[in-house]
């Protein structure tokens, strides 16, 4: 067993200002400087065009309403597989939502996806970045109304979108998808039904990042204007945790190492590795009070999945009436978006997927051997199927700190660190020679 201390790749020492600035992939690197915020502007602004997007609205028209809409999303998509040499197949996502809540009948409905394939036959995972394209103004059951929704959740279909333009042209050993959901605002309805369908056909979801709301850089009571920051919401206890699981967490201190948590540290690391003037905000609740998003379907299903939202929210453009009241703008329209944020939003996206899609797959079977008393950590693990990684890196933070402070390189399946199990937190990741690197995963007690 060997292992080599990188202190160099300590990109955290207890707070984050220590960060320090580790090598970026040329590639990649292209690929977050071809996000265009223009493009950005213009899928936006095309989806406002249809002046009401709201689940139940005209599915006839070609110029207005969700029909309209999605057929417009899916001809998008189109043009960005016809670079993809035949990796790239648009679908739709087509499912029946039967009546109920804010919905007053049973109502066909079309989701678009966007499937890179991966090039590695041996390997079956898959990455998902989604926006819902859907919109609503103040009532939730009003189909007719003018509802914009350019910020929600226009941003996020554009995110999704723009990043399929991108990387369409390029080849990764994972599986990419590319989705734009309806029903959000009705329901999650559209996110729950590809959700449900990724488990009864056993997809590998190994990570989902859902953006919703990220346009606005204005917040409405407080008069700060923030382009840099970005909240990303991840669950600490999973939402499909078996009691037998919560039981396993308590006692070893876990509630803030689940795999969502877990992908929302790599997206602060990536992201800011990747994207300049870009702070990533870790929030340590699975969503706002009072409000959800369609990441929470892919959690209910047991898969890893994050929400990305604008740090202050503007509440006078959500779900509103588009209209001027004493002299205040009310109404989600384009005007007020602000589109180099959403682009910096993208190009962490972006990162974040491309680092993940070229690693190596978790290293599997990731255990702390618990059967001698010692004051430091013996680890061991199984390799990965699919593409071998070159190494491994072992990281540790102290159990009061949000971020992975060191990180040690190793060669081997197993390794023995200096530092005890019982003072700290430890997890494993997989890495291959470009330094792309796997998601982190906790070990679990073994003898």
């Known amino acids: 067993m060997k292992y080599i201390a990188l202190f160099f790749f300590c990109f955290f020492a207890l707070t984050a200002s220590a960060q320090t600035v580790v090598k970026q992939d040329a590639a990649i690197k292209q690929m977050v400087d071809e996000v265009s915020n ?136 994972a599986t990419i998808i590319f989705m734009a959901v309806v029903g959000e605002e009705q329901g999650l309805y559209g996110s729950t039904n590809v959700a449900k369908r990724a488990k009864a056909e056993g997809w590998q979801v190994d990570a989902m990042l859902n953006n919703d709301i990220v346009g606005n850089t204005y917040g409405m009571e407080t008069g700060l204007k923030d382009n840099r920051s970005i909240r990303v919401f991840s669950d600490g206890v999973p939402i499909a945790a078996t009691e037998k699981e919560i039981a396993a967490l308590k006692s070893l201190g876990g509630e803030n190492d689940s795999q969502s948590r877990q992908l929302a540290r790599y997206a602060k690391e990536i992201g800011e590795r990747y994207v300049e003037q870009l702070d990533v905000k870790l929030i340590y609740r699975t969503d706002r009070y009072l409000r959800g998003g369609d990441h929470l379907p892919f959690l209910e299903q047991g898969f890893t999945a994050v929400r990305f939202t604008e740090m202050n929210e503007n509440f006078d453009r959500q779900h509103q009436d588009v209209r001027k009241e004493n002299s205040v703008d009310y109404g989600d329209l384009p005007d007020f978006a602000d589109y180099d944020y959403t682009q910096k939003i993208a ?44 190494g491994y890196y072992v990281l540790m933070r102290e159990t009061i700190s949000p971020y992975w402070e060191k990180k040690f390189y190793v060669t081997d399946t197993n390794a023995t660190i200096g530092y005890s199990k019982d003072n700290y937190l430890f997890a494993v990741q997989s890495v291959d020679a470009a330094g792309h690197e796997s998601l982190p995963v906790v070990p679990k007690p073994v003898r």
């Open 38 to 173: 223009k493009n950005i502007e213009a899928i936006v602004r095309k989806l406002v065009s249809f002046k009401t997007r709201h689940t139940l609205s005209d599915t006839i028209s070609k110029t207005e309403g969700i029909g309209a809409a999605r057929n417009w999303i899916k001809s998008e998509y189109e043009k960005y597989a016809a670079a993809s040499n035949g990796r790239m197949k648009v679908q739709f996502d087509a499912f029946v939502q039967p009546q109920g809540r804010r919905l007053s009948k049973n109502t066909p409905m079309k989701n678009v996806l966007a499937v890179l394939k991966g090039t590695d036959t041996a390997d079956h995972r898959v990455y998902i970045v989604s926006g819902h394209y859907d919109s609503r103004a103040t009532k939730a059951m009003d189909s007719t109304s003018f509802a914009p929704g350019a910020v929600d959740d226009a941003s996020g279909t554009a995110v999704s979108m723009e990043l399929a333009r991108v990387m369409a042209k390029r080849s990764f050993p």
């Open 347 to 390: 190009r962490m996206n972006l990162s974040i997927l491309a680092n993940l899609a070229s690693a190596p797959a978790q290293p599997q079977n990731v255990g702390v051997i618990t059967s001698d008393l010692t004051n430091k950590t013996k680890l061991k693990w199984d390799a990965p199927k699919g593409k071998a990684p070159a």
